[in-house]
């Protein structure tokens, strides 16, 4: 269909002819012959394309329809549904004089939260969508491990698509009675001129099609070392702590230390990668989703956390957080790759700039006099980690940094012709470069020979196409070495197998565990008093102070404190985060809604003066509710309570007593501010209810191809997206625990073993 131009997508308004690469082509001929022979088949792709799944999903259910089987079934399971769903319904079939949706042909369903099938034990046609899989009555299940290996791993016939060659799935096949088929960049170089042909008038399926075009012409890559003495001291420092609180900590560290070392090793990443001095960073930071953690509160949380351990993890502890914080002071003494990146702002050849966060590209852009939002500076576009999968091929391509692991593939899948990684020092850079050639290497020994050679015999029942071609593996980058010194074997960090899945780190603003909070007072606590509390959906520990969601009786969620939480509440718990709270619960499916996320932070901020100010008056609540009724205000006095404790309302409800409570706690907000938090206020009281009457309907609803798209229109959530993204669990028993438990323990659902 693709080749004889009836392949369409929608897009926006317009339906464009598409057209697949000849790797596209390849793996669909591939998967016909996997399913013909039932056979399980693992593709490690050359790019990260997101839609490649479909497109294999497609076609298995159109050869099964052209089998005239009667009821074709495919499963797609994937960590990205609401694209899944959205490029599924996009695709068109053209024919003599009829334009024919693929989805009106094979519905698309979303399975449950949990991997349900949406049509139970029946059979249907179509294709099922799913973040888990659970006993799917399907013809075979495509896995989308382009964003990192799924939590379940189906039971019988399945085809799976890896981008990352340091996936596990690719040794299980190789290993296994699966079978594994590649693309090396040897091989592209070999064939992918003599192969690729675009069809005219068309676009191309997907951003894979350019990006193979630069694997085959041959990436051209320079590892940048920038010289500061004095940071680079002090990343070897923090580095070295790390390797010792890691040896200390052993294979299988408990919750705490992990987090602890994930939170650190982050720290370290975000400072080593800045664009520009810290604190014109931080001007721009708050707390992730919405912006970076701020630099400024690294060497505090981790001194904090220190403070909760003991012996010798104490002493490293300590020691990562005084390597943090001279790091900080050195790069605000000067930050030698914000003068590289000035240099190539000023370049009349316009490249692409990679950068770590958003946060990073606003701070970078504002450095250097940007105004609104960070798209471009001089020569420079900009872009960060968390949207590389989305990015076309560019001419020349400027990454600052060395790259988590789990960026690594998408660095060297064809971003640039030419890709130039600053580092803050040699060691970094050596390091960059054992990684970078360590990716290209793992890519190539699972695209060999032997394995493709294996795959074909299975799947054909004969000898592959002679000749069997190997290119060797070649080497082109770029990089002046000196003294190399303790050369470490995992060269993505000192934290060896315990980070090997790091796309956290690839998070739009990285990741939003703490180990430790910031108590108004200003002081840092790693330990916290807290509440047991047991669910029908399993165990989570709460600081008893923490202001949580919950429905009550009439059906409409309402804020409390973890310590007031009964028996027959229901609470509204993140299903994938194990974040308490409806918005936190939603955050990373509300990045349509600005609005929310400003008025969150609105909100947040209202809250924190309020409660700091009644602190540092000491004045009691009737001395208070004297001064409130003064300046007119009628409300009852257990009212203003609920103004100014934690747990209780946002805000008071009127306009009148929200300026009367600025004036009488002197909290310094101007008249337009005033207004700005009281519609803020009333955002979210409004969504906070339409969230609710949505959640009630979800958990009534079937996820079937009929509900699974519709809309919420205040939420502007599907009824299959407030399923996934938030847990409603019935509260059994609430238990205060006598002893401080470290604040890395709480917030987190356990829905199998206790605490």
């Known amino acids: 269909m693709a080749r004889e131009g009836r392949l369409h997508r929608n897009v926006g308004t317009s339906a464009l002819r598409v057209d697949l690469s000849w790797i596209d082509e390849a793996a669909l001929a591939l998967v016909d012959a996997a399913v013909r022979v039932k056979r399980e088949l693992t593709f490690l792709y050359p790019a990260p394309a997101g839609e490649v799944a479909i497109l294999l999903a497609a076609q298995v259910l159109l050869m099964k329809l052209q089998a005239r089987e009667m009821t074709p079934c495919v499963g797609l399971l994937t960590s990205d549904t609401m694209r899944a769903a959205e490029t599924w319904s996009q695709l068109r079939v053209q024919g003599e004089g009829l334009s024919v949706a693929l989805a009106d042909v094979f519905p698309c369903s979303r399975a449950g939260p949990h991997g349900e099938s949406p049509w139970g034990r029946r059979r249907r046609k179509g294709l099922v969508v799913g973040r888990h899989w659970q006993n799917w009555p399907v013809d075979m299940v495509v896995v989308d491990c382009l964003g990192g290996s799924p939590p379940d791993s189906p039971v019988g016939p ?39 042909v675009s069809a005219p008038m068309t676009v191309p399926f997907s951003i894979a099609n350019n990006r193979l075009q630069a694997i085959a012409d041959g990436i051209r890559t320079t590892i940048e070392h920038c010289r500061h003495d004095d940071a680079e001291a002090c990343i070897n420092r ?5 390797m010792r609180l890691h040896g200390s900590a052993g294979s299988s560290p408990p919750r705490p230390m992990f987090t602890g070392l994930r939170v650190g090793w982050s720290h370290l990443c975000a400072l080593s990668s800045l664009p520009c001095r810290p604190s014109e960073y931080d001007n721009f930071a708050g707390m992730p989703p919405r912006a970076a953690r701020a630099t400024s509160t690294f060497s505090a949380e981790l001194a904090a956390w220190a403070k909760s351990l003991q012996g010798e993890q104490r002493e490293y502890a300590f020691e990562l957080s005084s390597a943090v914080a001279d790091l900080r002071d050195a790069l605000e003494s000067g930050n030698p790759m914000a003068e590289a990146l000035l240099e190539a702002a000023c370049e009349p050849t316009e490249k692409l700039l990679v950068l770590r966060t958003k946060t990073a590209a606003r701070a970078f852009h504002a450095s250097l006099g940007g105004d609104g939002e960070p798209e471009s500076i001089g020569s420079l576009r900009l872009t960060w980690l968390g949207r590389l999968h989305a990015s076309e091929t560019w001419q020349q391509a400027v990454v600052v940094g060395v790259p988590p692991r789990s960026a690594w593939h998408q660095l060297v899948s064809g971003l640039a012709e030419q890709l130039t990684i600053l580092t803050v020092g040699e060691k970094e850079a050596m390091r960059g470069r054992r990684a970078y050639d360590l990716t290209r290497q793992t890519r190539a020994d699972w695209s060999s020979t032997q394995l493709r050679t294996r ?46 899945d790091d796309r956290l780190l690839l998070e739009e603003e990285g ?114 509710h004297k001064q409130l009724r003064q300046a007119g205000c009628q409300k009852m006095d257990v009212t203003v309570k609920s103004w100014v404790t934690p747990g209780g309302v946002m805000a ?23 207004k700005e938090i009281y519609a803020a206020v009333m955002r979210i009281r409004t969504f906070r209810r339409a969230a609710g009457k949505a959640l009630a309907k979800a958990a009534t609803v079937a996820v079937t191809s009929k509900d699974y798209g519709r809309v919420d229109p205040e939420t502007g959530l599907s009824v299959a997206d407030l399923q996934e993204a938030v847990v409603v669990a019935m509260i059994q028993e609430v238990r205060t625990l006598a002893e401080p438990v470290p604040i890395t323990l709480t917030g987190y659902l356990d829905t199998e073993a206790p605490f």
Do not use: C
């Open 652 to 674: 008071p409800r009127d306009f009148g007593d929200l300026s009367r409570l600025n004036d009488v706690l002197d909290l310094g907000f101007g008249a337009t501010r005033i």
């Open 455 to 500: 795959a074909w015999r299975a799947l054909f029942h004969e000898d592959p196409p002679p000749p069997p071609l190997d290119i060797p593996f070649d080497e082109v980058v770029t990089f002046t070495e000196g003294p190399e010194l303790g050369i470490e074997s995992d060269p993505f960090s000192p934290l060896g197998v315990l980070l090997s």
């Open 511 to 624: 990741p939003a565990d703490m180990v430790a909070e910031l108590e108004p007072s200003g002081d840092w606590r790693a330990e916290v008093l807290a509440v047991e509390v047991i669910t029908d959906a399993g165990r989570i520990l709460l600081p008893e102070d923490r202001e949580v969601d919950v429905f009550d009786e009439s059906g409409e969620p309402t804020t409390g404190v973890a310590r007031n939480l009964k028996a027959g509440m229901r609470l509204l718990v993140g299903r994938t985060s194990g974040r308490v709270g409806l918005l936190e619960a939603l955050e990373s499916h509300l990045k349509h809604r600005p609005d929310l996320m400003v008025s969150r932070l609105l909100l947040q901020d209202y809250q924190s003066h309020v409660y700091a100010k009644v602190a540092a008056l000491n004045l009691s609540l009737h001395e208070l």
């Open 158 to 196: 399945t085809v799976k698509v890896v981008a990352d060659p340091f996936d596990p799935l690719l040794s299980e096949a190789a290993d296994g009675t699966g079978l594994l088929w590649g693309w090396s960049e040897s091989l592209l170089a070999l064939w992918h001129d003599d192969m690729e």
């Open 238 to 242: 923090a580095r070295a702590s790390l």
